[in-house]
């Protein structure tokens, strides 16, 4: 090892970092007319149109239709996506794909919309089952182009390289720089109809994103300057669209929170938060965001001990005073985020869960220990006893 990787090993400054992100995002309200642009860029003739049956119900399925036709798309629809979706229902989209002719795909929906519009796309040009490329970078040939477009300000699946499913009780993935996107396109008035219930889960699904990205042991100079910016947003906009989803301005920063955030955990490993997430969702049937939700004030608290410098600048992100100690300053942090997420209906505490038992705790906290993926990103290390108070913390609180 010669002084500079010596360096590379204890010194921020001689790190090298990487930012990865789609070939291109577009941004603004109206931007869903750019598809048509960005369609004809891509120069074909037959388009594979991926959502779901809520929102092909919509005028704006009928609006992507006409933009895609407008640019020379025969246009075909696929819109079996359910929520959290199965991976044995979503091995479905390869035999849609294969021997089809499709040049084009476009997602247009939430995260599970996105994921498997993504998943779509390389499962046309590479052989076998999504189940053959659970994992890292498994994935050997370039999918199709595709234009994924979010209609929720969350999950940030537009901008990143993962596509998630549910298998029996557990999320398994698959990471691939082939899933970015070729074009992600994220117009704020596409979400001005979510219901305030997906305001909230997805802007959670945000928040959390952020903040687990900037305390992660993967994150960088880039990321952190990112993540706080996108705290700051969620913290002054989510009860504006909570409250008021007609509100432009709180829709317009909530979707470019949304996207800057999966920016940030493309770049740096979710951890605690997110594994217990996966573990209560998979459990009690709770969306993604609603359990990363609830998971994260605890996971928070858990880490602050370790966190220094970045829980005051947390705090900060959050419009609270920094004045005290790392303990005191912590618990403001950790305080803060359960008032917004009461002041947006979301549960903070297992004891609302329906179903939930404190004698699943075991259960729980074996389960979140496997997430080794995640868990070793996270700042403190964290034990089969460690999660075991976590979850009795998060029965407790009411």
């Known amino acids: ?32 007319e750019k598809i048509v642009e960005e369609a004809k860029n891509i120069s074909g003739k037959k388009a594979l149109l991926i959502t779901d049956k809520i929102l092909e119900k919509t005028n704006l399925v009928g609006n992507v239709i006409q933009y895609l036709e407008k640019a020379g798309y025969n246009v075909e ?27 084009l795909i476009v997602g247009f929906g939430g995260g599970s919309v996105l994921d498997t519009a993504k998943i779509a796309s390389i499962l046309a040009t590479n052989p076998g089952k999504i189940e053959d490329y659970l994992g890292f970078d498994l994935v050997k040939n370039p999918g199709l182009p595709k234009i994924l477009i979010p209609t929720t300000a969350g999950t940030g699946s537009e901008v990143t390289r993962v ?18 996107a070729d074009v992600a396109i994220v117009d704020p008035l596409v979400t001005i109809s ?9 802007g959670f699904d945000a928040l959390s994103h952020a903040i687990e990205a900037y305390i992660s042991l993967s994150g960088n100079i880039l990321v952190d300057a990112i993540s706080l910016k996108v705290i700051e947003i969620i913290s002054k906009y989510l009860r504006k669209a909570y409250f008021n989803g007609n509100d432009i301005e ?12 999966g920016i940030c955990i493309t770049n740096a490993i979710v951890n605690l938060g997110h594994a217990i997430g996966l573990v209560l969702g998979a459990k ?66 297992l004891k609302e869960i329906k179903g939930a038992s404190i004698e699943d ?21 964290v034990s089969y006893e460690d999660t075991i108070r976590i979850f009795n913390k998060m029965f407790e609180e009411y």
């Open 361 to 381: 705790i075991p259960e729980l906290a074996q389960e979140t220990i496997k997430i080794k993926r995640l868990l070793i990103h996270n700042p403190r290390k």
């Open 77 to 103: 629809i696929f819109n079996e996506v359910e929520p959290e979706p199965k991976l044995e229902k979503s091995e479905e989209i390869g035999n849609i794909v294969r021997g089809r002719d499709f040049d």
């Open 163 to 180: 596509s998630v499913f549910t298998k029996g009780n557990t999320k398994v993935s698959v990471y691939s720089d082939y899933l970015f």
């Open 284 to 349: 009690y049937h709770l969306s993604h965001g609603v359990s990363c939700a609830l998971a994260l004030p605890y996971a928070i608290e858990y880490n602050s001990i370790v966190l220094e410098e970045k829980i005051f600048n947390i705090a900060k992100a959050l419009g609270e005073e920094i004045n005290g100690s790392l303990e005191e300053i912590s618990i403001k942090v950790v305080n803060s985020i359960k008032k917004l997420m009461k002041d947006v209906g979301l549960p903070i505490s």
């Open 194 to 202: 979510l219901p305030p219930n997906l305001t909230a889960s997805t």
């Open 1 to 32: 090892m010669n002084e500079i990787e010596q360096l590379r090993e204890i010194h921020p400054l001689f790190k090298i970092y990487t930012l990865k992100m789609p070939k291109k995002i577009i941004f603004g309200i109206n931007a869903l």
């Open 250 to 261: 709180a829709r317009y920063h909530m979707s470019i929170a949304a996207t800057m955030a």
